[in-house]
Nanobody, 121 residues
Framework: QVQLVESGGGLVQAGGSLRLSCVASGRGSIIKAMGWYRQAPGKQRELVAA???????NYADSVKGRFTVSRDNAKNIVYLQMNSLKPEDTAVYYCNAEVFTIATIATIRTWGQGTQVTVSS
């Protein structure tokens, strides 16, 4: 079982920057892809950015050019560097990982508890 813990959220002014971190821990599992989702009040949870183990990345159109996802595979950490933040980026950001569980030979998705990002105008 893998557990995900996010950190780095906070309150910033528009145009500012934040870096989110997600640390995966556990035993008996292999982490495949890792990424970030967010959910704003009254909206559905949406994909922000994802990183595969091979270095591939995927971004939502709304954050392209402003956000960068990176990954430290050795330490099982995924980062989200957020620059030029806008008020519409305000949301709870969730870390997500695609995990292969050795004992059950199954691939599942694991979620963190989320970290709040608030961007003031």
């Amino acid at each position: 079982q893998v557990q995900l813990v996010e950190s780095g959220g906070g309150l910033v002014q528009a145009g500012g920057s934040l870096r989110l971190s997600c640390v995966a821990s556990g035993r008996g599992s292999i982490i495949k892809a890792m990424g970030w989702y967010r959910q704003a009040p009254g909206k559905q949870r949406e994909l922000v950015a994802a990183s595969t183990g091979d270095g591939g990345t995927n971004y939502a159109d709304s954050v392209k050019g402003r956000f960068t996802v990176s990954r430290d595979n050795a330490k099982n950490i995924v980062y989200l560097q957020m620059n030029s933040l806008k008020p519409e980026d305000t949301a709870v950001y969730y870390c997500n990982a695609e995990v292969f569980t050795i004992a059950t030979i199954a691939t599942i998705r694991t979620w963190g508890q989320g970290t709040q990002v608030t961007v003031s105008s």
